[in-house]
């Protein structure tokens, strides 16, 4: 009887992403494509973004803390047949897996500059909300959530670099 409201609850996730991707398309999100940087607290982070092609982007990532890469990262935005994901891969400086090694985030919902993206298997991040606020500005916002439960976010401003 237990498994009957976990089969519903699936269903009703998997009907609403299915509505958002057939809405969204990876070309709505080529205005990433670039070079960005952050600043977070005293860190700088630094972020390059390929041009689409073959229905994917892929991003870079490399955070800065007192002159030395402290974190990497490598991202694939991709189109599927199931609609667009978000692929990511976590690593040390001296690019060993770091954890969570990696993680597969779908896209929940799509909207003229918003897009969000839940992780249906982890909570590192639990979900990502991507915001374009103009041609050389970015939000990126992520909620997670440790394996003792304990909640934090994480808020970036990007800005393009020319």
Known sequence: MRRL???????????????????????????????????????????NCSNLAGGSMTCTLRVIAAGKVVWVEISVLRETPNGIVLDTRFFTPDLQPADP??????????????????NPHGTQPKDTIITRLGENTM????????????????????QRVR
């Open 101 to 118: 090694i990696s993680n597969e985030l779908v896209l929940k919902s799509a909207a003229a500059n918003e897009w969000v993206f839940d």
């Open 5 to 47: 409201p976990i089969a519903l609850g699936l269903f009703a996730v998997m009907t609403c992403s299915a509505a958002a991707q057939t809405r969204a398309k990876i070309n709505d999100l080529g205005w990433m494509a670039g070079n960005w940087t952050a600043i977070m607290d005293r860190n700088t982070a630094e972020r």
């Open 139 to 158: 939000n990126g916002h992520a909620d997670l959530v440790d394996l003792q439960g304990k909640a934090s976010v994480i808020d970036i401003s990007w």
